[in-house]
């Protein structure tokens, strides 16, 4: 299918689990990809795939709490192919700790990736869409925990809920330029790549003193995985989606509008 044909995207936090599946969704439909981590094995790994499916993809490796890296991952999709349609800010930093025993620095390094590296993103491809007269759509990844109130996570929790007021806002700022600005929630998700599969496991599964019960109280009866959440990103950078900015769209199976004492799935 080619609904994003001749876009380029920019898209952070590159991984096997959600950013790359999206990448290679976004590719599939046609888009032109810069793939971005701070891992550079990682940003080529997925640009790789892509090129693989009959794609075209370039990678560019950094940290988005570096303004350089932002703009010089701007200035490298610009050089390649003449201007930015798309961004998915995903990158994001996991360290699930509570407020009673996180320390500051790492606090405040979740909150620079999860919120930092979005404002310097948006902010550099916004200024090159504007200057190619580019109505280009940006999509910041959420999370239901950015609408819930998570235990034991504090710093996420916080950054992604951060990061539902910074797409609105942006989205009034961009508006007079025809850039649309949306958020997108996943929740916990099952990856399809093993390796992905195994870190997400490891991390729900690891010792706390919060039990956490996800595929029983997902109305749905399963987690999502990455593949799952291709077609709404796609929808929000398509012009499908002309008219729709400054809102949030929820791929959960459900999980933000259950009833809170209500169990799905008992054990």
Same mark, same amino acid.
């Given at each position: 299918?080619?609904? =994003?044909?001749?876009?380029?995207?920019?898209?952070?936090?590159?991984?096997?689990?959600?950013g790359?599946?999206?990448?290679? /969704?976004?590719?599939?439909?046609?888009?032109?990809?810069?793939?971005?981590?701070?891992?550079?094995?990682?940003?080529?790994?997925?640009?790789?795939?892509?090129? %693989?499916?009959?794609?075209? #993809?370039?990678?560019?490796?950094?940290d988005?709490?570096?303004? %350089?890296?932002?703009?010089?991952?701007?200035?490298?999709?610009?050089?390649?192919?003449?201007?930015?349609?798309?961004?998915?800010?995903?990158?994001?930093?996991?360290?699930?700790?509570?407020?009673?025993?996180?320390? $500051?620095?790492?606090?405040?390094?979740?909150?620079?990736?999860?919120?930092?590296?979005?404002?310097?993103?948006?902010?550099? !491809?916004?200024?090159?869409?504007?200057?190619?007269?580019?109505?280009?759509?940006i999509?910041?990844? =959420?999370?239901?925990a950015?609408?819930? /109130?998570?235990?034991?996570?504090? /710093? +996420?929790?916080?950054?992604?809920?951060?990061?539902?007021?910074?797409?609105?806002?942006?989205?009034?700022?961009?508006?007079? $330029?025809?850039i649309?600005?949306?958020? @997108?929630?996943?929740?916990?998700?099952?990856?399809?790549?093993?390796?992905? =599969?195994?870190?997400?496991?490891?991390?729900?599964?690891?010792? *706390?003193? $919060?039990?956490?019960?996800?595929?029983?109280?997902?109305? =749905?009866?399963?987690?999502?995985?990455?593949?799952? $959440? !291709? /077609?709404? !990103?796609? @929808?929000?950078?398509?012009?499908?989606?002309?008219?729709?900015?400054?809102?949030?769209? *929820? !791929?959960?199976?459900?999980? *933000? #509008?259950? +009833?809170?004492?209500?169990?799905?799935?008992?054990?």
């Amino acid at each position: 299918m080619n609904r =994003l044909a001749d876009k380029v995207a920019i898209v952070t936090g590159a991984s096997p689990n959600i950013g790359g599946t999206l990448a290679m /969704g976004l590719a599939a439909e046609g888009a032109r990809v810069l793939c971005t981590d701070l891992s550079p094995s990682v940003a080529e790994d997925c640009a790789a795939k892509i090129v %693989a499916q009959g794609g075209e #993809a370039i990678a560019i490796a950094g940290d988005v709490t570096d303004p %350089a890296h932002a703009d010089e991952a701007a200035a490298a999709a610009v050089d390649c192919w003449g201007k930015i349609d798309l961004l998915v800010n995903n990158a994001v930093f996991f360290q699930q700790q509570g407020v009673l025993t996180m320390p $500051y620095e790492d606090f405040r390094r979740q909150l620079d990736v999860i919120l930092g590296g979005s404002f310097l993103f948006t902010r550099a !491809v916004a200024r090159t869409m504007i200057e190619t007269g580019t109505a280009g759509s940006i999509v910041n990844v =959420l999370s239901t925990a950015a609408w819930q /109130g998570q235990p034991g996570n504090i /710093g +996420y929790s916080t950054g992604k809920s951060g990061l539902v007021n910074f797409t609105r806002s942006v989205a009034m700022e961009l508006a007079e $330029y025809g850039i649309r600005v949306n958020g @997108f929630t996943p929740t916990a998700t099952a990856p399809s790549d093993p390796i992905a =599969l195994a870190q997400t496991q490891k991390l729900l599964n690891r010792p *706390t003193q $919060y039990q956490m019960d996800f595929t029983g109280q997902i109305p =749905l009866s399963r987690l999502p995985t990455p593949e799952d $959440y !291709v /077609g709404t !990103v796609v @929808f929000l950078c398509s012009d499908e989606a002309s008219m729709i900015t400054g809102t949030n769209i *929820t !791929v959960d199976g459900g999980a *933000t #509008a259950k +009833y809170w004492p209500w169990t799905p799935h008992p054990a």
